[in-house]
């Protein structure tokens, strides 16, 4: 046995800037209801910003936004458990010890992070995507172009200056002594019994402080490196340079095979998701499978039908065959198609991280992982993401919950809010984990999990509080900042008559 290791919106999405979806800073955020209040207090004393503009009208599309943010409230249920136990990354039945109702297929969802890093990737390579195809579909091939440069030009600003900025702030503050106490809780065995993750070290001086995060900075923005690199500083920033490689390749596809038809490069782009298989990447692969979905979707015409037309009445119903030429089928409404659709997506996604070899009901997708899979879990899981991911693009009721204005919230902080959430668990979390079972007492499960649950309490309305703040005084200005220095070093297009085709066609 092996041993643990770690209603469909009528506007055309052609009106929507990619970075409206993949940037998960859009703009400021118009708050309405009582539960904002007190972060917009405190961004306006912090930021002294103006009065917020009118948000634009929200698209069905924008459903992967919240889809993204409410992934990243459950990468935070993750992260804040298997600091404490090893449970929440086995499944029911792995060992006779594992039966808890959260290692259950589904529920399990609620507490898995690693699925939802797969989502994470499904989402940017969509949206990455999505314009750039459009374009390419159109055969507007000088848009395509614009499109990935501008896009190409962008990318490593767009998701390393706020992993600095939030480096930065874990430097300020162990040298403020906020990582003090938690050194001790490391030490002494009985409080941190999952996993133990990186964690910030305290140098005797500055200078040397300074020298262990710039290699942390060189190491974690190198890109011909491709091992994973948890750093001491914030380790969950392991994702940036997967997503920043990732990215690039996703772009010298979408440009190698823009002039192509659409089945060439969908039957190009599936061969190489299949070479990148033989390879184990599985990152490469989420992105290029993205890709394929964003294509599809445009083939179908997934966000350009009208809201009400037929194929979006609830009740329409799709007839499945028995078999191929039979005449007999089953009748089934297309919004239940999806949402079992949906629910399979979910049970997938529900793989374990570790041993679901031998976990009841997932031994079948054992048989099916490629054995080039370093960490073999990632296949299930990426099967899972894709699936929940194309089931919500086609599901009205699903894209409900994640158009809802508190599910578009927790989407455009999620950025920020993943990369406050780490540091806020390893210095204040550590920290009072202790004192809470102190009082709730740890001596069997159920005080044991009182002492999780208000720990769970207090740590995430603190983890939203700081990923607004973050997005707003970081995250949303890194955004306006890329964009200027893009638009400040652009080159303007010369007249005709100023080219050498210009003077070519004077001199003939």
């Known amino acids: ?15 929507i800037p990619l970075s409206d979806l993949e940037s998960g800073a859009r703009g400021p955020y118009r708050s309405n209801g009582s539960w904002k209040s007190p972060l917009r207090i405190t961004a306006c004393i912090m930021t002294l910003r103006t009065k917020d503009p009118e948000p634009a009208k929200l698209h069905a599309i924008g459903a992967l936004d919240g889809l993204r943010g409410w992934a990243c409230m459950l990468v935070f249920n993750f992260h804040f458990l298997f600091t404490y136990t090893w449970t929440v990354s086995a499944g029911w039945g792995f060992t006779h010890k594992n039966v808890y109702i959260h290692q259950l297929p589904i529920l399990h969802m609620l507490i898995s992070g ?32 614009t499109t990935l440069a ?88 392991w994702t940036i340079p997967v997503e920043f490689r990732s ?36 990152d490469i692969i989420i992105f290029l499978s993205g890709m394929l979905m964003a294509e599809v979707d445009l083939m179908l015409g997934t966000w350009e039908r009208p809201a009400g037309g037929p194929q979006d009445h609830p009740e329409e119903k799709m007839r499945l065959r028995l078999r191929s030429g039979s005449k007999i089928g089953l009748r089934i409404p297309r919004r239940f198609l999806w949402l079992a659709i949906f629910t399979i997506g979910l049970y997938i996604g529900s793989s374990p991280n570790i041993g679901y070899k031998w976990t009841p009901g997932y031994h079948w997708l054992w048989r099916l992982t490629p054995v080039t899979y ?16 194309f089931s919500i693009n086609h599901s009205p009721d699903l894209q409900k919950l994640f158009t809802h ?5 927790v989407g455009k902080i999620s950025f920020a809010f993943y990369v406050v959430h780490g540091p806020i668990l390893h210095s204040f979390g550590y920290s009072l984990m202790p004192t809470v079972w102190k009082y709730t007492g ?37 955004v306006k900042f890329t964009r200027w220095v893009e638009n400040s070093v652009l080159a303007t297009a010369a007249p005709a008559s100023a080219t050498p085709s210009g003077q070519e066609h004077r001199q003939s």
């Open 150 to 237: 501008s896009a190409t030009f962008r990318r490593a600003m767009r998701l390393y200056i706020p992993a600095i900025c939030g480096l930065a702030c874990v430097l300020v503050a162990v040298r403020c002594g906020l990582y003090d106490r938690t050194y001790d809780i490391l030490m002494e065995g009985h409080t941190v019994i999952g996993t133990n993750e990186e964690h910030p070290p305290a140098m005797e001086t500055l200078e040397e402080q300074w020298w262990d995060v710039y290699y942390t900075l060189t190491t974690l923005a190198d890109p011909f490196d491709w091992k994973t690199f948890y750093n001491n500083y914030n380790p969950h920033l």
């Open 405 to 409: 204005p508190l599910s578009q919230y």
């Open 442 to 478: 740890k001596q069997d499960d159920f005080h044991y999990c009182l002492g999780l649950l208000i720990g769970w309490l207090i740590c995430l309305p603190l983890c939203i509080w700081a990923g607004d703040l973050f997005w707003r005084v970081v995250d949303v200005p890194s």
């Open 1 to 15: 046995m092996p041993t643990p290791a770690e209603g469909r919106a009528s506007t055309s999405a052609a009106a």
């Open 114 to 145: 690693h699925i939802m890093v797969a989502i994470f990737f499904v989402i940017s390579g969509y949206v990455l995507s999505y314009k750039p195809l459009k374009t390419m579909r159109n055969r507007s091939f000088d848009q395509t172009f």
């Open 374 to 389: 370093g960490e073999p879990h990632r296949f299930p899981q990426t099967i899972g993401a894709l699936i929940i991911v």
């Open 247 to 282: 990215s690039i390749v996703l772009f010298l596809t979408l440009l190698a095979t823009s002039r192509l038809m659409p089945a060439a490069r969908m039957t190009l782009v599936g061969c190489l998701i299949w070479f990148c298989s033989r390879y184990g990447r599985w």
